[in-house]
């Protein structure tokens, strides 16, 4: 049986903001998620990858991260993967944390189960 976490992660990508793009505002997405573009605002979203070229002026929120690109703010998610080639630039507070050699972050790092519990602390489902 498939359950409904399996279903967004192994899912298609529902929306695709490109390269090309800049929104200013909040983004609250549900699905799985893929920005390559410039967002000044918050993202708030099930599961969100960031392309190389994402370019993130505000905090995001998510059950599941995949980050590629930069942000500057505070990372909030159950599940976090940092690649090489991301930058971070806030807080990290995250359940189960993916770091690549080579990703750079500024910031506090907050990670592991003891977290659960916690105000304000991602929740996993």
């Given at each position: 049986m498939?359950?409904?976490?399996?279903?967004?992660?192994?899912?298609?990508?529902?929306?695709?903001?490109?390269?090309?793009?800049?929104?200013?505002?909040?983004?609250?997405?549900?699905g799985k998620v893929r920005i390559d573009g410039e967002v000044l605002g918050d993202v708030n979203g099930d599961f969100i990858v960031f392309?190389?070229?994402?370019?993130i002026k505000g905090n995001v929120k998510a059950k599941k991260v995949i980050l590629m690109g930069s942000v500057e703010g505070d990372v909030e998610a159950a599940e976090a993967e940092i690649k090489s080639s991301a930058k971070v630039n806030g807080n990290l507070t995250v359940r189960e944390l993916s770091v690549e050699r080579g990703a750079s972050i500024?910031?506090?790092?907050?990670?592991?189960?003891?977290?659960?519990?916690?105000?304000?602390?991602?929740?996993?489902?």
């Open positions: 498939i359950k409904k976490k399996d279903r967004v992660e192994s899912g298609e990508i529902k929306s695709i903001l490109s390269s090309e793009l800049r929104i200013e505002g909040n983004i609250f997405a549900t392309g190389e070229s994402s370019k500024e910031g506090a790092v907050k990670s592991g189960n003891f977290l659960e519990g916690q105000s304000g602390s991602p929740e996993k489902k």
